[in-house]
């Protein structure tokens, strides 16, 4: 294999560990924020859960940074085509994310109950819809998105974006991400929470597992059927980075099966997946949330890696102009480019990973009320 194409695999791998990052820990983030107003039933209970991630929730935010950037220096022309294709749905996920920091700092500077209240909505509202709109990017990609471009290379969009936004196989897996997001959030609330906070947050997980195994498994049937995308011709993994030629794409239904026909092993991925959300809530009724969480890791990291599976090396396929689909081969930026983000990935990625294990280990130990109501710079 030639060294260009060996760095495009890697960096497509390295796209999923970041999208699994991103999902894990923001997600977890997510997730409390989105039942905040449920595990906790008075303003004493909600401040406990806001500051059992109050350390960490910003910091989380890294993963973001780390994904975009990716996408951005890794994949330039999907960078480009994406962010205009979603555009809209962007914007609403800007808007989400701007109400998240400004309520975390906002929320406890009034006593009083209409103020608190407000912004425990906005939690909800910042904590679901952007993981919502995260599985359901996952469901529009792999429907394929209205898009082409002209013969000098410019974009334009052929759908509105309330056609990508609302379909059902979106929607579905928008619930499944929310639901694995509730799941984690849980596992963590269980993890440094007392009850009564611990025995909601108990109920979150075990209902958030089961709900996302039953949708992951559902999806799996639905995705079997679905009109997926693949090579008519074989095709040059060393292509220049242009969507315009070097490709012969064709629609059939269950193509996005066809990787797991050629190549069996791949199986272990989905049941990953559907193993550790089954395991995570088994661990979340034996009260054993340490195990849970990092089975809900397991579990996310079985979803994604069975999307790019499936996909591989697809990236956001063209229902309008198949043959213009973006993938691996013709999306990514130049084997020097590729080669310099590999070095500072493999020499920053474990820093981060190390100086975020530390913080968690720092700030271990259960959150009380009392340590709550005594302290003034908390949330």
């Not at 309520?103 to 904590?127: C, H, M, N, Q």
């Not at 979106?170 to 639901?179: D, E, F, K, Q, T």
Request: glycine share 12%.
């Amino acid at each position: 294999m030639e060294m260009f194409v060996a760095l495009k695999v890697i960096w497509a791998v390295l796209l999923g560990v970041l999208l699994t990052g991103l999902a894990v820990m923001v997600g977890m983030d997510m997730g409390v924020g989105s039942m905040l107003r449920f595990v906790g039933r008075n303003d004493a209970e909600r401040r406990v859960a806001l500051n059992i991630i109050g350390p960490h929730w910003d910091g989380n935010q890294v993963w973001f940074i780390l994904g975009g950037g990716a996408i951005f220096a890794a994949f330039p022309t999907l960078y480009a085509t994406s962010f205009s294709v979603f555009y809209v749905v962007m914007i609403l996920l800007l808007f989400s994310m701007i109400m998240r920091p400004v309520a975390f700092e906002y929320r406890s500077k009034v006593p009083g109950d209409k103020w608190r209240g407000t912004w425990d909505w906005a939690f909800l509202i910042s904590g679901a819809l952007p993981m919502i709109i995260y599985g359901a990017a996952f469901g529009n990609v792999m429907e394929g998105v209205g898009f082409h471009y002209s013969w000098t290379g410019q974009y334009f969009q052929d759908e509105s974006f309330l056609s990508y936004l609302l379909n059902p196989f979106a929607v579905m897996c928008g619930v499944l991400s929310l639901a694995l997001s509730l799941y984690q959030g849980g596992t963590m609330l269980m993890l440094r929470g007392e009850e009564p906070i611990y025995g909601r947050a108990r109920g979150f997980a075990i209902g958030g597992a089961l709900v996302a195994a039953l949708l992951f498994a559902a999806g799996g049937f639905w995705i079997a059927h679905l009109n997926g995308y693949a090579f008519s011709a074989p095709v040059d993994p060393n292509m220049p980075p242009t969507p315009l030629t070097g490709q012969s794409v064709v629609v059939q239904p269950g193509a996005w099966m066809n990787n797991y026909h050629s190549y069996p092993v791949l199986w272990v991925l989905p049941a990953l997946g559907l193993l550790g959300m089954l395991g995570g809530a088994a661990m979340a009724a034996l009260r054993k949330p340490i195990i849970g969480w990092w089975l809900g890791a397991i579990a996310w990291i079985g979803v994604i890696f069975t999307t790019g599976a499936s996909m591989f090396p697809f990236l956001m396929p063209s229902s309008s102009n198949p043959d213009q689909s973006l993938t691996v081969w013709n999306a990514t930026g130049s084997e020097y480019n590729l080669g310099w983000m590999l070095f500072f990935a493999l020499l920053f990625t474990p820093i981060i990973i190390a100086y975020t294990s530390w913080c968690f280990y720092v700030m271990r130990g259960k959150v009380r009320i009392g340590d709550i109501t005594k302290n003034t710079h908390g949330y």
